[in-house]
């Protein structure tokens, strides 16, 4: 019973939170439930009327009554098919407009998530809340909710005509009622349940679909494909097999409802026949009756069958309402401090720091100064936190321990929008999207110009390969820049970040994608940017990070040496010379010349 109660109130709480989507519709809302009432009131009344034709005017004779009779039962027959007209286009119209709401609400609320989110929420899934979960709530807003009301509407309306004729009729019409009233209970609990499930899956699907298409030339080159079927295969039958769950309590609810109205009818034939062979009740109402009872239960079936839409749309809502209930862990305070000027000075204090609870520290009370117009370079072994040190800076993921300063003035206490425009930012890996050149440049800012984008493009080699492209700078790039080499797609970053003129300049392993030519202009062109900003570069191949003001020595989360290049190369057990020897010594007895 408690559980009853339970997800009665789960429901009430949805249902108010869809509300505020539903806002700005909520006079178009009030316009479709008068509508529905009329309809179900044109709908309903018709046996009543058919009664007053038997019983007042076919068995006196009265054929103009009878006519007049006909003709109300005309209008109200016309009537209701107008008004249906009307309202499905209404509620379907407003319905989309909900939709469009809460749509735009996930994805801005997905946008402005803390990156740790996107760690643990596999992508696909997120992309079943931003289109299929709220695709199963269209069903429920386009005429669900609607017609279910018109569905109380018209029993209500049935009753209150049964009553008006006949009390006795009326009570054995609903005799089967408890009946119908508790497998309707047994039904909603257990297709909630399996409706749950189903979202569950399809999401796993997802998932795993948006991965494997990802990934497929590594499925393709292991020879995986048979292995990764099977485990579709897996995948694929325990999707079907919630959507049969929910099909199996629909195959037994279904007939239940069906020999119960089948019942009522007998009940009212048989009672009601008597009756009417006793003189206590008219033909007329008899024949009503009949009617009434038929058209008693199609709606209970109606809203049953609805119960599905609901049920799933409700099952949709909550996932989507978590997405919106995600607290985001990087938040600002209440006054976020926008300095006016930032001169670039980069402090790390006693940082400590884990992604997850249960991991060893990742960084281990790190401490280090960047001076504004430094060149820090920080080198180590793969793993040894030198990108986490950038996700903190930029506030991807806040610290436990110690203090980031940007100025002296604590990241934490600075505007994010703010704290992440001083940056610019080059990877290994870059996010490219789908559209031209120039717009993967400027993202979209209306005040940079083709010119500068072109000007700076010179600066650091990219111009040479975008104008080969056919439509250069309007050259439309696919899905993640895949028409483009590593290499590419790093230049085009590069520009990128020059073009919006950041204070700070980071590179994570920014050139370890163009080749050795390529590189050296680049790195020529970057000594240039970097006159006047603060730069931070990680870098494997200790040969670009030589002029650095200073360089940390990173391993297994702590700084191990600090210094510049003549002062670190000095040490005879340091692990900064012994790198360097090492790639010395490749470098030396490699196929490639160097310079
Ligand atoms: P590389 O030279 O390979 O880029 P790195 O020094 O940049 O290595 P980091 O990316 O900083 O290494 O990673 C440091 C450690 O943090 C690694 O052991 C890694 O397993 C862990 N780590 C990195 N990102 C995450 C994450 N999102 N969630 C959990 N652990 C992470
Ligand atoms: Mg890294």
Redo the contacts with the bound molecule.
């Keep these: 019973m408690s559980k009853k109660q339970n997800s009665e109130s789960v429901d009430s709480v949805l249902i108010k939170r869809l509300y505020v989507f539903f806002e700005p519709y909520k006079w178009w809302a009030i316009t479709a439930i008068i509508l529905t009432l009329s309809a179900a009131f044109l709908g309903t009344v018709r046996p009543k009327l058919t009664q007053i034709a038997v019983d007042d005017y076919i068995s006196v004779g009265d054929i103009d009554g009878l006519l007049w009779i006909i003709f109300l039962l005309g209008v109200a027959l016309l009537g209701e098919f107008i008004i249906l007209i009307f309202n499905t286009y209404i509620t379907r119209w407003f319905g989309q407009g909900v939709l469009f709401r809460i749509r735009n609400a996930v994805f801005e609320k997905i946008q402005g998530l803390h990156v740790?989110f996107f760690?643990k929420n596999p992508i696909g899934r997120l992309i079943t809340r931003t289109t299929s979960d709220i695709e199963a709530l269209s069903e429920l807003l386009s005429d669900g909710i609607v017609n279910m009301l018109g569905d109380l509407f018209r029993i209500f309306f049935i009753l209150t005509f049964m009553l008006m004729m006949s009390w006795e009729l009326t009570l054995i019409s609903v005799l089967v009622l408890p009946v119908l009233f508790y497998s309707t209970f047994w039904f909603k609990g257990k297709v909630r349940i399996a409706f749950l499930n189903v979202r569950d899956q399809i999401a796993r699907l997802n998932s795993f679909v948006q991965e494997h298409i990802n990934g497929m030339a590594i499925v393709q080159l292991f020879n995986r494909e048979s292995k990764e079927k099977e485990r579709f295969e897996a995948i694929n039958n325990e999707h079907k097999d919630a959507h049969i769950q929910t099909i199996f309590y629909f195959s037994i609810f279904w007939p239940i409802v069906e020999v119960l109205a089948s019942v009522a009818m007998a009940l009212v034939v048989w009672y009601g026949g008597a009756r009417a062979l006793m003189d206590e009740v008219t033909f007329g109402v008899l024949l009503a009756f009949i009617q009434y009872v038929r058209q008693f239960f199609n709606p209970i079936r109606g809203l049953s069958e609805k119960y599905n839409t609901l049920q799933s749309a409700l099952a949709s809502s909550e996932r989507i309402f978590d997405v919106l209930d995600t607290k985001n862990e990087v938040l600002e305070t209440k006054k976020p401090i926008r300095p006016d000027k930032v001169e670039g000075r980069i402090e790390f204090e006693n940082v400590s720091f884990r992604?997850?609870s249960d991991?060893e520290l990742?960084l281990n009370n790190v401490s280090f100064e960047a001076k504004p117009g430094e060149l820090l370079a920080v080198v180590?072994?793969?793993?040894?936190?030198?990108?986490?040190?950038i996700n903190l800076l930029l506030r991807y993921y806040d610290i436990e321990e110690g203090e980031i300063n940007l100025d002296g003035v604590d990241i934490k206490k600075m505007s994010l929008n703010y704290l992440r425009s001083n940056f610019g930012l080059v990877l290994q890996d870059n996010a490219l999207f789908s559209g031209s050149i120039l717009n993967n440049i400027t993202l979209g800012k209306e005040t940079i110009s083709r010119e500068q984008v072109i000007k700076v493009s010179k600066e650091v080699e990219a111009h040479n390969f975008i104008k080969k492209l056919p439509g250069t700078y309007d050259f439309e790039l696919q899905e993640r820049g895949a028409s483009l080499s590593m290499g590419q797609r790093q230049l085009i970053c590069f520009v990128r970040a020059m073009v919006y003129d950041p204070k700070i300049l980071i590179l994570?392993?920014a050139t370890s994608s163009v080749d050795s030519e390529t590189e050296e202009l680049v790195a020529r062109a970057c000594k240039r940017m970097m006159i006047g900003r603060t730069s931070i570069v990680?870098a494997?191949r200790l040969s670009t990070i030589q002029g650095a003001d200073n360089i940390l020595v990173?391993h297994k989360g702590s700084i191990r040496e600090k210094g510049s290049h003549k002062q670190l190369i000095k040490r005879k057990d340091g692990i900064y010379r012994k790198l360097y020897e090492l790639q010395y010594r490749e470098q030396a007895i490699g196929k490639i010349p160097v310079n």
């Excluded at 793969?382 to 986490?388: E, I, M, P, Y």
């Design positions: 740790q760690d992604y997850n991991q990742i180590g072994a793969t793993g040894a936190g030198k990108s986490t040190l994570d392993e990680i494997h990173m």
